[in-house]
């Protein structure tokens, strides 16, 4: 069965300090993967995404994400984090087309001066 | 594009009471999706359409739950008879033909607490 994990429930970090959020995915076959982050109170948005090609995918907002195939894992990166950075972020896996979407739990940043 | 919108944002109300959902998706998309977010069970997959018709109902929670996409533009999620453990933030997505790596769209979430 499909599945993600994403390991850290909550992570706290310093303003300007770098960034890493674990994704790990339980797929046969290649993934679509995503991330997506939640502000409170807001629906989900993309931050980006990897389907095939380069595995460094650069996205909004100065994030990057790195596929590992032998790791089964998308970690998402961030060299300096703003303070605005702060919310929740999730990890997908879009099998079947991108019709199915499992997401992870979720992990939610905390962003300290 | 005013992106996916969902309606009523809150909605409160009693247990046994009937609950309707709204949602209408980024014009030209052909699947829309509804899911449901707890803390305890974090973002499920309800349902979703393609094309106005059904294609997975799987993770409906039971027969309480339906959901019709009678247009292009628009769907419905109901809750008849509602009970405090639905209550969640449900949000509808949209997503365009465009090959499995085209991402879903999210409305801004209906917050729905039953008393």
């Known amino acids: 069965a499909q599945s993600v994990t994403q390991p850290d429930i909550h992570i706290t970090v310093s303003e300007g300090a770098s960034l890493e959020l674990r994704c790990n995915y339980s797929?046969?076959?290649?993934?679509?993967l995503f991330w997506y982050v939640q502000s409170p109170g807001q629906g989900l948005q993309l931050l980006l995404k990897?389907?095939?090609?380069?595995?460094l995918v650069q996205g909004i907002k100065g994030f990057e994400a790195e596929f590992k195939r032998s790791q089964s894992s998308f970690n998402l990166r961030k060299p300096s984090v703003h303070w605005s950075d702060a919310a929740e972020y999730f990890c997908a896996v879009g099998v079947l087309l991108g019709n199915q979407f499992y997401f992870g739990t979720g992990t939610s940043l905390t962003v300290i001066p | 594009d005013a992106g996916v919108i969902q309606s009523p944002r809150h909605e409160v109300t009693e247990m046994g009471q009937e609950v309707t959902l709204r949602c209408k998706p980024i014009s030209g998309h052909d699947y829309l999706f509804w899911y449901r977010q707890t803390m305890m069970r974090g973002l499920e997959l309800l349902i979703y359409?393609?094309?106005?018709?059904?294609?997975?109902d799987s993770g409906m929670p039971e027969d309480r739950f339906s959901a019709k996409m009678p247009n292009a533009s628009f769907s419905t999620l109901k809750i008849q008879p509602s009970e405090p453990r639905d209550s969640a933030v449900y949000f509808c997505a949209s997503r365009g033909t465009s090959g499995g790596e085209g991402e879903q769209f999210f409305g801004p979430g209906t917050r729905l607490t039953v008393l």
């Open positions: 797929y046969g076959a290649t993934p679509y």
């Open positions: 990897y389907f095939s090609g380069d595995t």
């Open positions: 359409f393609n094309n106005n018709v059904p294609i997975d």
